[in-house]
T-cell receptor
């Protein structure tokens, strides 16, 4: 069964450093997402991406964050200058499609645990 | 605005007994509702969804959920729990019609099935 993969599984970085989290969505999916989950808290939506551009983003997704699909398979989340409060599990997800009448389920990767020290 | 609540942080049940994981929602219009499961060191896995039609929705691994509009609930159920069902369960809701295609997730409920 196809699955979403993420690398690395755990990233430790110092405050102020840049990090790039990588994801390989399911190959025939068209919509891509990043979520984060701070320990013990809700899964929070960050951004969705379609047709090489951001389609929706939350208030969490400020100028420190950016996303990119550098080639036909990878989908990356960059945090430019990490803060302590960025420590969380970051999940990538993808879905086949999206339309007003149908809500397609999302397929999630295993997550990257980001620890900012 | 859309929101979802999972009132229990943890549910404990003995193997073989029925299980219920609770979810209530709030939307302006009509809801799309989802349940996901997260096993240790894995991503969230889709279990089932309610879009329209029959209020009882059947999903993966023998799970089902009942949409109750009057109580704004979408509780996850299974007639006979297995130890392997122990995991973190997330409810999610999307408001229809709404400006966002993105579902809102609950905090998650940890299900522990005891042998």
């Amino acid at each position: 069964e196809p699955e979403v993969t993420q690398t690395p599984s755990h990233q430790v970085t110092q405050m102020g450093q840049e990090v790039i989290l990588r994801c390989v969505p399911i190959s025939n999916h068209l919509y891509f997402y990043w979520y984060r989950q701070i320990l013990g808290q809700k899964v929070e939506f960050l951004v969705s991406f379609y047709n090489n551009e951001i389609s929706e983003k939350s208030e969490i997704f400020d100028d420190q964050f950016s996303v990119e699909r550098p080639d036909g398979s990878n989908f990356t989340l960059k945090i430019r200058s990490t803060k302590l409060e960025d420590s969380a599990m970051y999940f990538c997800a993808s879905s086949e499609a999206r339309s007003a009448g149908i809500s397609y389920e999302q397929y999630f990767g295993p997550g990257t645990r980001l620890t900012v020290t | 605005a859309q929101s979802v609540a999972q009132p229990e942080d943890q549910v404990n049940v003995a193997e073989g007994n029925p299980l219920t994981v609770k979810c209530t929602y709030s939307v302006s219009g009509n809801p799309y509702l989802f349940w996901y499961v997260q096993y240790p060191n894995r991503g969230l896995q889709f279990l089932l969804k309610y879009i329209t039609g029959d209020n009882l929705v059947k999903g993966s691994y023998g799970f089902e959920a009942e949409f109750n509009k009057s109580q704004t609930s979408f509780h996850l159920k299974k007639p006979s729990a297995l130890v392997s069902d122990s995991a973190l369960y997330f409810c999610a809701v999307r408001d229809i019609p709404g400006g966002s295609y993105i579902p809102t997730f609950g905090r998650g409920t940890s299900l522990i099935v005891h042998p």
